[in-house]
């Protein structure tokens, strides 16, 4: 499948604004990939795939996971929004063909992250966070700016910042998103 192809179905299947935020991502994690060393093409290809499932309904969302032999958690079951990432890890293989590993992993970790993502993981991660149709988050100009210079930093202080969202609003906290939060703390700490 060519990226007019899974431009065209995804245009398709996600309303206005998830297409533009799509295509904001794709973007920003080809410039971020050129930065840091990894496949631009693939990232472009992860970053317009990333929320392919986002538009599934719930009830879809777990059945294609537990069909595909993935945990649910239970965090998951009370927000099934989440599992989003997930379920398009599973579409983007059945449906537009997608094959790569990696890329396949980007999209599946891009919400919650996970500990010792690769280079293409980290850049799904962090240009979903940053890419520009997001303005509502404080200090994103300087984690704009950190994408490009510290990667590994970046990435633990988006999921700081999340973290410290979700306990300030008493959402539910994905235990992958702490346990990779305590991954890149850890490895900050000794480094």
């Not at 919400?111 to 993502?117: A, E, F, L, N, V």
């Amino acid at each position: 499948m060519t990226y007019t192809d899974i431009r065209k179905r995804l245009e398709g299947a996600l309303d206005e604004e998830r297409f533009e935020h799509t295509l904001g991502v794709a973007v920003t994690a080809r410039m971020m990939a050129r930065i840091h060393g990894a496949d631009a093409d693939a990232a472009y290809v992860a970053g317009l795939l990333h929320d392919c499932a986002k538009n599934v309904s719930h009830k879809d969302k777990i059945h294609m996971c537990e069909k595909a032999g993935l945990t649910v958690t239970s965090v998951e079951k009370e927000n099934p929004g989440l599992l989003h990432a997930k379920a398009g890890s599973i579409l983007a293989a059945k449906e537009y063909g997608i094959k790569d590993k990696d890329i396949l992993n980007s999209i599946s970790s891009h919400t919650t992250g996970r500990p010792g993502m690769s280079l293409l993981e980290k850049i799904i991660f962090v240009a979903d966070y940053i890419e520009p149709g997001r303005d509502e988050r404080p200090d994103l100009n300087e984690i704009r700016e950190e994408a490009f210079m510290d990667l590994d930093r970046c990435v633990l202080d988006i999921l700081d910042m999340t973290l410290k969202y979700l306990g300030d609003t008493a959402k539910a906290i994905d235990p992958m998103t702490k346990e990779t939060y305590d991954y890149y703390k850890s490895r900050a700490d000794k480094g």
